[in-house]
Structure formats: structure tokens, C-alpha cells
């Protein structure tokens, strides 16, 4: 009798204490789900406050680019409020996200300019309410803000170099561009059209045959891409200026069965198995790698700079790499990793 | 310490039981708090959820009432309107302040978007301000002017607002769905807990309830087996350390105390019953010699009559001359006195052994040389005291029974001697002998089997029999192993008596 006390005993002491260790275990969960009792939770009180305005947002480029801003913000003692903007052409929310930001009187504002001109005002406005201005993309004409990222004739020059060495020096090259990039019939390029002209110039064989707009921002230029190989047959070298067109242009060169014959060259992908599988089989020569991911971070690191009254050029040009099949292999980046 | 703790808890049954019931009553009272705990948590969660979008709410208020009062006093400059403006306006100043003040700059959207509120709010406050002040300086344009930034600034943050409460709905949505998981589980939790804990608290009681009450059982067991005489029951064993093992202890102790004095009772009571069968034994003696001293008596009156007759014929016979006739009547006469004289008293072998040759002569006499008698006796043991009447019995159970239908001669020999401390007696015949079964019959019976003793005694002299001779030897000398007999038919018997050696004065 004295036994099977104890054996039951034992039984319900190890039930119980498995019961309380499972409690303990969820209750913790739940507590942690909790939110704490002061709202918002105060662990910090950050020294700056930022505003990241990024239009096109969810692309690649974007993502990593506000990757390592917010690294930067985190390292920094930076608070850092993002507001992305899904779609390029949302120029009023990018604008009324500026006036926000000067009505909230937070320390400075990053954003992309698409050109030297379409924020020109808020810039100014964000400039005048002492506010620290930092433009990636295209450098604003105000003075007094800050530019961070590639230099855009250089980043022209390359790519030219990059498709002359795709397609070689008499190469017939249509280039597909966003729809954002201000042009007039070529002769009013961006400073990257212009780059790409000069570079091209070095070789008389060499022609730009069409320039072309995306048409869509989404599923890249198909399309565009269709058009070029129907109205200009003579081409053989596509350079493309977001990675969305490359891809497109890549597959639409596959299905048109014209691999071998048209070779692209790209902006800003990633190393990924397919763009790699496009490298080897030359269907895409290389692309030009403008590092986002440095661009965010030092973005951030160039305002905190300004807040403490440091020393910052107002120019910042971030290095770009040419990536190709020889040295692919050393960009290979896991996409998720960018949410 | 755990001594003096278990002393304080468990010493005595009394504090047994109070431990006990507290200890469940607090276990279960402890589950009961640790289950309901997660659900005061969970209702303030909630409560703080709806605050949050209640403050909200009240915001966006705040901000539409100080927009009403501005453009009101904007519009007709009644002071009570700015009277109202300033009371909403310090209204929401305050909340703006402490937004500010409760907030820590961090980098959840939440915090950022709830920063922002709070500094819009003041942006606002002071494009409204402005625009009241540039009223009261009657400069339109200015006013105007301020009034459509606070309108924006206003704009913006309801915007803030609203985005804000979709963070919280996706956060309270998201913080739902996941608690409400761990919730479930945590109940399943705490089920299995109440259900050991109840499950516990049952084993528990049952156990100590059994402990305490099966002491009481053993107890009443006991006294029970007591009560029907049964002293050798178990042992009440208890080991804790209370009343019942005071109890068990004494218990046994009263039960050994019980016992022996049941066995001293016991005791004397054998000691007395021994004293009784003893006494039986020598009234049953006393009986016996009463017997053979009554018939003893009934022919003594022909002994005096004998005697006195017996003298005259000797007398006559001695003046007849006829001597032989004289000496055969003179040993009728002692044997006769012999048999009468010593029925009271002991003899020694040396005079049982005269009276054995007396008896001789008279067979002599009868019988003439057909029969013999011889001795064989060892001078060493005549002085040995013995019930009289032993040996010539069985001399005469030879001569009638033994060599009574023997035709040649008989021969009857008595032999006495020492053995190993003790006398053997041996008497042998050379007559019929008997079968086993006679032999066995005779070593087998009874003391007291008169009947046989009737009927054997016709043709005997003292008509005492071999069951009277053994019976007084056994009871003299307090042994049972007395007689043997050896015996072969148509060859002869010999009735054998072994008996302790005793020498004392004869009584």
C-alpha cells in the first residue's frame, strides 16, 4: 500500500511539476507578448530623429539600401521613422512626408531625388526650417544639403565600358532607362546618360541606337524590350538601368530565341542562382553593382555628422562595383535577408 | 533545524492534521492565485489597449474642438470662443506634453509616429496661436496665412493619428493572435496543474488520513485478539513520533504485562493440577492398598481362628510325633502371618525373600520333587527396601499358571541381583510359556483391571496379582519401566521386575 502511495506520488509530483514548468513557460511567452506598462516602451531616448522618404520602395535596391541605414541608425543613437513610398511616381506623398517632417520637428531627412529638380521646393523648405537635408540618387541643387551615393557621370561611364566590352566596340545599344530619369531625345541626358554618351563617343563603330522608358515598375520592361528587338533589329547590346529591366530584358531575349545574338548589361542585381545562370550563359554580361547597403548607412552616418557639427562634404560618392561571370562568385548575397 | 522543523509540524497528531489541512488549503489557494493571475494580466492588457485608443480618440477631438473655437473666434472675434480656444488649446498642450514627456525616442514605428504626434501637436499649437495673435493685430493676410498652416499641420496629424491606429490594430492583432495561442496552451497548463494539484491534495489526505487511522485499526485489531484470549498477537509497530506510538507502546507493554501474568496463572494453576493428580495418584494407592489390606482383613478373622487351629494341630502333630506335619504347618502359619503383618509397611528383599522360601517349603510338601524352587540371589542387595508381596505372587503366577499343567518336573527360579544401580528380580519357569499376544496383553494393562485380578486370584494364596505387583511398584517408586517378560511357548516364562535400588529403614 505504502508503495503504490509513493509511486502515485511520484507520477502526480512529476505531472505537477511538468504542469507548472509548462505554465511558467507560456505565462512567460505571454508576458513577453505583453506590452509594457509605459506606452510606448522607453529603453532609449535616441539623440537624433530622422526621416527616410524612399519612393520605388520595395525594390531590391531600396530595401538594402534601407538596410544599412537603419544598421547605421541603430549604431548611431539615430531614431530612424521610414516612410516608403510603394510607387516611384507618388511624388506627392514624398513631398507631403517632407512638410510632415518639418511640422514634426525632427532633426533631418533623407530622400531620393529622383532629379535636380522635382523637390527642389521642399527641399528648400526642409532647408529653411532648419532642418539637415541628405539627397541619394541625384545631388539637389540646394547648397546647403548633403549627397550621399554614386557619382552618376561615372556610374554612366562604366556601364558604357560594360556593354562596349559585352558587345564589343562597334556594339548597336538600346538602352532601356527609368521612366523617372528626365531626357529629351538624348540630348538633355541625366549626368548617367551623359556619362554613358561620353564613354560611347571613345568608339566610333559604337552607336546608341534607342534610348527606351520602362513602362512598367513592377514586372520591368518586357515590352520596351519587345519594341527595340521589332523596331531596331540591328542591336545587339541592351543596357539596362534597374535590375527589374534587366531581368525582363534577359528572359525576353530568351523567348524571342535571340540568345547569343543580344547581350544585356544590367544595374544593381544581386548575385542570385538565376542572375547567375543569365551571367554563365551570357545572356546578361555583367551588371553594375552601386552597393545600397553602404549608401543607407553612410547616408545616416553623413546627417549624424551634420547634427554634431562635424566636419561633412556635402558630396559623397560611394564606390560601385562591376560585377561579371569572372568574379561573381564574391557578391553572392541572400536576398531575404532585405526585408 | 529540520528536527526542530519536523517536531513543529508533524509532532503530534493534532499538529499532523493542521499541517496537513493547511497545506492544502494553501496549495490550492497558491494554484488558485498563479491560475488567475494571467487573467487580471490579460484584462489589464486589454484595458491598456483600449486606452490607447481612447487617448486617440480624444485627440483627435481635442484637435477638432480647437480647430472649431479658432476658426469661430477667427471668424466673429467673440472673446467667449478664445476663452473656449484657450481652454481646449491648454488641453491639448498638456496632452502634447506629456506624450513628450512619457515617450523615449526609439526606433519602433509606434514611438516615432507617437513623437511626431506630439511635436505636430505643438507645431499646430503654435501656427494657431499665431494666427489668433495676428487677428488681434488685425492682419489678415497673416492670420490667414497661419491659420492654413495649422489646417495642414492639422491635416497631418489626424493622418498620424489614423496611421497610428492601424499600427495599433495590427500590433493589438498580431499581440492577440499570438497571445491567444499561448493562452490556450496556458490554460491546458493549468488544467493539468488544478488536476495534479486537486489529485495531490487527495493522495495526501488519504495518506495521512490512513497513517493516522491505521495505528487506531492496528489497536483495535490488537485489543480484539486480546479480548479472545490471543496474547501472541503481533506487535503493534508505529513509527512516527506521537500519541499513537505512546499508545502501541503502552498497548504492548499492558499486552505483555497480560500475558505473563495469564502464564503465571497458567503456571499454577498446572503446579496445582499436578498437586491434585498427585494427590489423586496416592489416594488411588491408598485405594489399592485399602484393597488388598480389606482383603487382607476379610480373611483375617480365619488367620486368628487359623493361627490359634494351626498351633493346636502343630501341637498335636509335635505330641503325634509327626515333625514333618509340625514344620509344614509352622510355615503355613508364618506365611499367613506374613501376608497379614506387612500389608502396611515395607520390607526389606532379604525378608520378601524368607517369605518366598516359606512358601517353598509348602509346595515342597505339595507337589513333592515334581517341582523346584532355587534362588539365585546376590547377598548385596537384601538390605533393598521393596513393597511386600512382590516376589511370591509371581512365584506363585509360575508355579499354578506356568508349570500348573506341566507333567514332568518343573523348575521355578528366582534370581536377584544388582544392575547398574538398579535390582533385577527375574522369576523363570520351564512350564507352558505363552503366545506373544498373552506376553503383550500382560506388559499392556491397566493398573487397576480388578476384574482380571478377580478372576485370576481363584487357586492364588494372597490373591494379589502381576497387575497389583507392578501397579505398586510404578507408584512407590515413581517409574513406569518395571516389568519385562520373556516368554516362549511349551518352553517356559521368565517375568522379569527391574526396580531402583533404595535402602532405608523399614516402616
Known sequence: MKGIYKYIFIGLAVILISGVVMSMYYYSRIKMDYKAEDFPPGASNKKYHFSLILNNSESLYWRQFRQGAMEAAADLDAALEVHGIESADDLETTKLQMRIAVASQIDGVIVNALDEDTYQDDIDYLVDHDLAVLTTGVEARNSDSYYVGTNAFAYGQEAARLVIQSAGEDAQIAIIADDTISYQDGSQDTSKIGGFFKEIKAYPNANIVTIKKTSSHLLGAEDVVQSILDGFPGVNAIFCMTPEDTMAAAQAIIDRNRVGEIVVTGTDLTASPSVEKYIEKNIIYGYIERNPYDIGYQSVATLCNVMEGKFQPAYEDIDMDIVTKYNIDQYKIDEDAYD | ?507
Open chain 2, 1 to 507: 533545524m529540520i528536527k526542530f522543523l519536523r517536531n513543529r509540524l508533524f509532532g503530534g497528531v493534532r499538529r499532523q492534521m493542521v499541517t496537513l489541512f493547511l497545506f492544502t488549503v494553501l496549495l490550492t489557494a497558491l494554484t488558485g492565485v498563479y491560475v488567475i493571475n494571467p487573467s487580471m494580466q490579460f484584462i489589464k492588457q486589454m484595458d491598456e489597449m483600449f486606452f490607447d485608443t481612447v487617448f486617440l480618440d480624444e485627440l483627435t477631438e481635442n484637435l477638432n474642438a480647437v480647430d472649431l473655437s479658432l476658426k469661430e473666434y477667427l471668424t466673429t472675434r467673440d472673446s467667449d470662443s478664445l476663452l473656449t480656444y484657450y481652454e481646449h488649446t491648454e488641453t491639448l498642450s498638456n496632452k502634447a506634453a506629456a506624450m513628450k514627456d512619457g515617450v523615449e525616442l526609439n526606433q519602433t514605428p509606434s514611438e516615432l509616429i507617437y513623437k511626431d504626434i506630439a511635436h505636430m501637436i505643438d507645431t499646430y499649437l503654435y501656427h494657431t496661436d499665431e494666427a489668433v495673435k495676428n487677428k488681434r493685430g488685425r492682419t489678415p493676410d497673416l492670420y490667414i496665412s497661419d491659420y492654413t498652416s495649422a489646417y495642414e499641420v492639422a491635416g497631418y496629424i489626424k493622418l498620424y493619428i489614423n496611421k497610428l491606429g492601424q499600427y495599433h490594430l495590427a500590433d493589438n492583432t498580431r499581440w492577440y493572435t499570438t497571445l491567444s495561442n499561448n493562452i490556450s496552451k496556458l490554460i491546458a497548463s493549468n488544467f493539468i496543474l488544478m488536476a495534479a494539484v486537486i489529485l495531490l491534495n487527495v493522495l495526501m489526505i488519504l495518506y495521512i488520513t490512513y497513517n493516522i487511522t491505521r495505528p487506531i485499526e492496528d489497536l483495535s485489531k490488537a485489543a480484539g485478539d486480546i479480548a479472545r484470549g490471543d496474547f501472541d498477537t503481533k506487535e503493534i509497530v508505529v513509527t512516527t513520533d506521537d500519541e499513537f506510538k505512546v499508545m502501541a507502546d503502552a498497548f504492548n507493554k499492558m499486552k505483555h504485562s497480560i500475558k505473563e501474568y495469564v502464564d503465571q496463572l497458567h503456571d499454577k494453576a498446572d503446579t496445582e493440577a499436578r498437586l491434585m493428580d498427585q494427590r489423586m495418584q496416592n489416594l488411588r494407592m491408598q485405594t489399592l492398598l485399602n484393597g488388598a489390606e480389606l482383603k487382607a482383613l476379610q480373611s483375617q478373622i480365619n488367620p486368628h481362628f487359623l493361627f490359634n487351629t494351626l498351633n493346636a494341630v502343630m501341637q498335636l502333630a509335635t505330641m503325634e510325633g509327626a515333625d514333618r506335619t509340625s514344620v509344614f504347618i509352622d510355615n503355613l502359619a508364618r506365611l499367613l502371618r506374613y501376608n497379614v503383618s506387612t500389608m502396611n509397611r515395607t520390607v526389606s528383599l532379604r525378608e520378601e525373600i524368607a517369605m518366598v522360601s516359606a512358601y517353598q517349603e509348602l509346595f515342597n510338601v505339595r507337589f513333592g520333587d515334581m517341582r523346584s524352587l532355587d534362588f539365585e540371589v546376590d547377598e548385596s542387595v537384601l538390605d533393598a527396601v521393596i513393597p511386600p508381596l512382590i516376589i511370591q505372587p509371581l512365584v506363585e503366577n509360575a508355579y499354578i499358571h506356568g508349570l500348573g499343567e506341566v507333567e514332568g518336573k518343573g523348575i521355578i527360579r528366582v534370581r536377584v541381583r544388582p544392575v547398574g544401580g538398579r535390582i533385577e528380580i527375574s522369576v523363570t519357569d520351564n512350564g507352558v510359556g505363552m503366545d506373544e499376544q498373552t506376553r503383550k496383553r500382560l506388559l499392556a494393562q491397566d493398573y487397576y483391571n480388578e476384574q482380571h485380578e478377580h478372576i485370576r486370584q481363584k487357586g492364588h494364596l494372597t490373591g494379589i496379582g502381576i497387575d497389583n505387583v507392578v501397579n505398586r511398584l510404578r507408584m512407590f517408586y515413581g517409574v513406569t519401566d518395571i516389568m519385562d517378560i520373556h516368554s516362549t511357548p511349551g518352553q517356559g516364562t521368565t517375568v522379569i521386575l527391574t526396580i531402583p535400588y533404595r535402602e532405608e529403614d523399614v516402616s
